[in-house]
């Protein structure tokens, strides 16, 4: 094992101390994988076995770095101590020893341990030949309907570690697959986040629809959503070369506390049903937060207009409006419904112009000034005013506020 591989597990690279951890006690799972792959993270998140008493030495821990403590499984003694640019998980042996419980894991690349007291390696189940070979192989089918969110799991890993999924896994992924459904929505539709975050994902995602695992998800997905998937990505390339700043946008989330990203947001609006309406109860029962639901069903309702070409002032003020924020997912939907790239590249421009009064307009007045100036009661009306006084401002036709008021003085007396 290559003195680098240990460089990147070296406890100097933890947010805490080794002295912290028994002997004997071992790092698990992903960070091990990727220490051996050569995959390096901004956020460390580490998994321990401990053989006894896990959830008391991350409390100790967690209290002397005055971390963040969660207890995640009480029965199966589990515990999260969470630090600022790091997590780590300490969990209860399960089993008489360490063998067993690496044999009850998912695949192999996940069941090789690292123990940092006398940094061995511990692959009982030849997970470091399987990365050699960039396989993702099953430990047991049984394994993997204990849960059956390992599934799921299986190719968001292959997606992002750019693994192959060996035959006879995803053999017997294909007839577990109604199992799937014992899972919690959100569960699924963390793992779905990932694949629908990446171009990586796509092709995976495809496998897991042809394999059966999205259907009771996403009920209305079929062979022609799958091919909009693939577009997407072309559409998410063609803007990113052409307008650099679109491209870095795609990839921001649609809030910080949601971790889905404008890109996701016009992959996922390809896999529901095509009217915004129907798609915002499919997303309600599959826990997708109230700003992603809203994002999608504006891109579904929004993008056929992008397809226009002779758009007056006033539809694209109204479109700019509606869309808002949702501005570089939608393009992205659009271009991937075969949207003509001339008339969107306007549309694009205008966005991308902080100056531009069409995208970008900035109100003369405001609905309490017409209430004061006009004399008039707090109604709907004043809206539709100021939506007039905004469109005859990018018209060109008024500039100033006393023509804003003078405006609005003629709307209320005709």
């Known amino acids: 094992m290559q003195s680098s591989v240990f460089s990147r597990l070296s406890p100097e690279n933890w947010p ?6 028994p002997q004997p006690a071992y790092m698990v799972g992903g960070a091990v994988r990727d220490a051996i792959i050569g995959r390096s993270r901004e956020y460390l998140d580490l998994d321990f076995i ?146 629908l975050g990446s171009y990586q994902g796509t092709a995976k995602i495809t496998n897991a629809w042809e394999d059966g695992l999205l259907a009771s998800f996403f009920k209305n997905a079929n062979r022609e959503s799958l091919i909009k998937l693939a577009a997407v990505d072309k559409a998410a390339t063609l803007l990113t070369e052409n307008w650099p700043q679109l491209g870095i946008e795609l990839q921001r ?88 790239v001339d008339a969107i590249a306007p549309l694009i421009s205008r966005y991308l112009n902080p100056d531009d009064l069409v995208a970008h307009t900035t109100p003369l007045v405001s609905g309490k000034d017409l209430i004061i100036a006009l004399n008039i009661p707090p109604s709907p009306m004043v809206g539709k005013m100021l939506t007039e006084i905004a469109v005859a401002q990018v018209e060109g036709r008024i500039g100033t506020v006393e023509d804003a008021i003078a405006f609005a003085r003629g709307l209320v007396e005709n």
């Open 16 to 21: 805490f101390s080794l002295e912290w951890l």
């Open 50 to 195: 401990i053989p006894s008493d896990a959830v008391k030495v991350a409390r100790k821990i967690a209290q002397h770095y005055q971390a963040g403590f969660v207890l995640l499984d009480k029965e199966r003694r589990i515990a999260r101590v969470v630090f600022p640019q790091a997590t780590a998980d300490f969990a209860q042996q399960e089993g008489e020893s360490l063998i067993t419980d690496l044999h009850r894991r998912d695949f192999t690349i996940n069941a090789i341990a690292y123990n940092p007291h006398t940094q061995e390696i511990i692959d009982p189940l030849q997970g470091c030949a399987d990365i050699d070979l960039g396989l993702l192989r099953m430990i047991s089918s049984a394994n993997l309907q204990d849960d059956p969110l390992r599934l799921m799991r299986g190719y968001r890993q292959a997606a992002q570690l750019g693994f192959t999924i060996e035959s006879a896994t995803q053999a017997a992924i294909r007839s577990l697959a109604p199992y799937i459904t014992q899972v919690a929505a959100e569960r699924v539709r963390v793992e779905i986040g990932y694949l």
């Open 253 to 340: 989330y649609v809030r910080d506390t949601i971790k889905t990203s404008w890109f996701g947001i016009a992959k996922l609006a390809c896999l529901v049903h095509p009217n915004p309406e129907i798609a915002e109860i499919e997303l309600q029962q599959l826990t997708y937060s109230r700003a992603e639901i809203r994002a999608v069903a504006i891109a579904l309702k929004l993008f056929p207009q992008f397809k226009k070409t002779n758009m007056s002032l006033r539809e694209q003020y109204c479109l700019f409006q509606e869309v808002g924020i949702v501005f570089t997912a939608t393009a992205a939907l659009a271009l991937a419904h075969d949207a003509p």
